[in-house]
C-alpha cells in the first residue's frame, strides 16, 4: 500500500521504446532491463540517475546520466 502513496506515473513501454532499448542493449552490452531504464530517461528528457558505474560507462554520450554517489540534494 505504501507504494501506491508514492503517486507514481507507471509508464507502459511503447513499440518504439522497446525498439529503441534492444538497440541500446546491442550497441553498449548493456542488459535489456538497464537499457529500458536509460532509454526511458532520454525519451523523458531526464538523465538517468544509477548507482552502477558500469552502465555509465557504457552509455553513449546522447544519454545524460549520474552517478548516485555524485547526486548533490539540495
Do not use: C
Amino acid at each position: 500500500r505504501r507504494l501506491y502513496e508514492l503517486e507514481l506515473d507507471l509508464i507502459t513501454p511503447s513499440e518504439e521504446l522497446v525498439t529503441d532499448t534492444v538497440r541500446l542493449a546491442a550497441h553498449t552490452g548493456l542488459t535489456f532491463y538497464d537499457a529500458l531504464y536509460a532509454a526511458l530517461a532520454h525519451d523523458l528528457r531526464v538523465p538517468l540517475i544509477t548507482a552502477d558505474q558500469r552502465a555509465i560507462r557504457r552509455l553513449p554520450a546522447t544519454i545524460a546520466s549520474t552517478l548516485l554517489a555524485q547526486l548533490r540534494l539540495p
